[in-house]
């Protein structure tokens, strides 16, 4: 038999010209992205990758690093941020009513064929404006980025989508409604940590059986994952909204339903793509909802990140009414550049311990 090939580095020249092409095409969306901001009065920004607080969201895992001062007892823990949104809110505060920005952020625990554990994020805010507004952002950013790489639809592994075409706007109670057969609002109790036991019995009833211990947010998840994501985005991009509030704790709750966030996520060809808040500017409630997420993470992984004092004190001070989004730029790039792993697009990937890559 043949022996295999090797595994080149990426920095070698024959690595590098197999991945050069998509890399081209990388650039050209980033171009399409710069001139869709600057046409439209945003400011870009430029925020520390250093945080107090690297994100409270309970299940994602952090870098950590100390802060050394000029003496040898000056020293502070501080993290490597998995959003820049902390920062930029901090902005919104200031009076910047449009700003940008594409941060490298940090998740660790995190690299498949769709993860790396340092990405490109791409961030924007709307002060003054509704959570809405970014659909339309999006429809034409994305629709931009995939004209300037030269696609016309988006393929991935098996899913073709037109972003050129009407996309769709789905609640997720219709979606797992649509794609599980599960009335998900009607075992759900508003509270910010549900009673489990009725979406666990129509987990169960449709051949996703619940874990012992799973919460509420544990089985949606895993509904999620297994019947609902794998047909969103296909023929066109999906709008998923009306999110359950318990699963939106940086987001406001809708005035005519408060059951539901302020949230959407976007899909393409089975991928999620961004996720967007009507912004919650409540100090109180933001420190209520960390807290509760904290010892979340501490029930579950033993650990707990820092409240930033700094980022409720602005809010307290008054951030103006806002919506917000983040996209994962390297995965709209896999999109536009035709790729199927992200370190197709990537100018090189973090070294990896095992493989070498």
Not at 25 to 39: D, H, I, P, S
Not at 63 to 79: E, I, K, M, S, V
Not at 136 to 148: H, I, K, M, N, S
Request: proline fraction near 8%.
């Amino acid at each position: 038999m043949p022996s295999a090939s090797p595994v080149l580095p990426s920095w070698h020249p024959d690595d590098f010209a197999r991945r050069a092409p998509f890399l081209a095409a990388r650039g050209r969306a980033l171009g399409a992205a710069r001139r869709f901001f600057g046409e439209r009065d945003f400011v870009e920004v430029d925020t520390p990758a250093l945080q107090v607080s690297p994100g409270m969201e309970p299940h994602l895992q952090a870098f950590a690093t100390d802060l050394h001062g000029p003496h040898p007892d000056d020293q502070r823990r501080l993290y490597l941020h998995t959003s820049p949104e902390f920062a930029m809110k901090k902005l919104l505060v200031a009076g910047v009513p449009r700003l940008w920005q594409l941060a490298h952020v940090y998740r660790n625990g995190e690299r498949s064929g769709t993860h790396a554990p340092e990405f490109s994020m791409l961030e924007w805010y709307r002060a003054g404006e509704g959570y809405r507004a970014l659909i339309g952002d999006c429809q034409e950013l994305v629709r931009g980025a995939a004209r300037a790489a030269g696609r016309e639809r988006f393929a991935f592994r098996g899913m073709t989508c037109d972003p050129f075409a009407d996309w769709r706007i789905l609640t997720v109670p219709d979606a797992f409604f649509e794609y599980a057969g599960i009335d998900l609002m009607a075992a759900y109790d508003g509270t910010h940590d549900p009673d489990p036991t009725a979406l666990a019995a129509e987990a169960a009833r449709i051949g996703v059986p619940p874990h012992a211990g799973d919460r509420w947010e544990d089985i949606v998840f895993r509904i999620m994952f297994e019947r609902v994501e794998p047909h969103l985005g296909a023929d066109v991009p999906c709008v998923l909204t009306d999110y359950p509030l318990c699963m939106a704790a940086l987001s406001r709750p809708k005035p005519d339903n408060p059951r539901l966030a302020e949230r959407f996520e976007l899909y393409a060809c089975g991928l999620e793509l961004a996720n967007a808040f009507g912004e919650l500017t409540d100090a109180a409630v933001q420190r209520a909802r960390f807290e509760a997420d904290m010892d979340l993470k501490e029930r579950i992984y033993g650990e707990r990140f820092p409240v930033d004092e700094d980022f409720l004190a602005a809010l307290a001070h008054g951030m103006p009414e806002s919506s917000g989004i983040a996209m994962g730029f390297d995965r709209l790039a896999m999109l536009c550049a035709g790729a199927d792993d992200i370190n197709q697009v990537l100018w090189l990937p973090v070294a990896d311990a095992v493989s070498g890559r």
